[in-house]
């Protein structure tokens, strides 16, 4: 379900936290859907425990989990497209910013813009 690469440079549990933000975004974890225990996820995954501990810790610090001692984690969905929303629009005015940079006019970013979406 969940998939990192040991090779990146990004960190494992920044890893599985962008995989949890991305995979509740999709519907793919639906909202209140129990994760995996931190000791089953890390063996499924071939990673230490204190990696999915990590993630999950700073997931629920987000809001994108809720846990409850003894029961287990829980995805929060509203939040996690919060998260994802928020990202992707950071990444579109570095991306603008990028751009003017570079020296293309408002007109030619709109122009590019507008492209990339009608292609949807």
Same mark, same amino acid.
């Given at each position: 379900?969940?998939?990192? @690469?040991?090779?990146?440079?990004?960190?494992?549990?920044? &890893?599985?936290?962008?995989?949890?933000?991305?995979?509740?975004?999709?519907?793919?974890?639906? @909202?209140?859907?129990?994760?995996?225990? /931190?000791?089953?996820?890390?063996?499924? +995954?071939?990673?230490?425990?204190?990696?999915? &501990? #990590?993630?999950? &810790?700073? +997931? =629920? +610090? @987000?809001?994108?989990?809720?846990?409850?001692? !003894? /029961? !287990?984690?829980? /995805? /929060?969905?509203?939040?996690?497209?919060? #998260?994802?929303?928020?990202?992707?629009?950071?990444?579109?005015? #570095?991306?603008? &910013?990028?751009?003017? =940079?570079?020296?293309?006019?408002? =007109?030619?970013?709109?122009?590019?813009?507008?492209?990339?979406?009608?292609?949807?």
């Amino acid at each position: 379900m969940f998939r990192i @690469d040991p090779q990146s440079r990004t960190p494992l549990y920044q &890893q599985l936290y962008e995989e949890v933000v991305r995979l509740s975004s999709l519907g793919a974890l639906a @909202d209140g859907e129990r994760l995996p225990s /931190v000791r089953q996820l890390a063996a499924a +995954l071939g990673v230490n425990p204190n990696t999915v &501990q #990590k993630a999950y &810790q700073r +997931l =629920e +610090l @987000d809001g994108v989990l809720r846990s409850t001692a !003894g /029961v !287990g984690s829980f /995805v /929060v969905r509203e939040k996690a497209l919060e #998260k994802s929303r928020g990202a992707a629009l950071e990444a579109l005015r #570095k991306a603008v &910013q990028n751009a003017q =940079e570079k020296g293309l006019s408002k =007109e030619e970013i709109r122009k590019a813009v507008e492209d990339s979406i009608g292609g949807m």
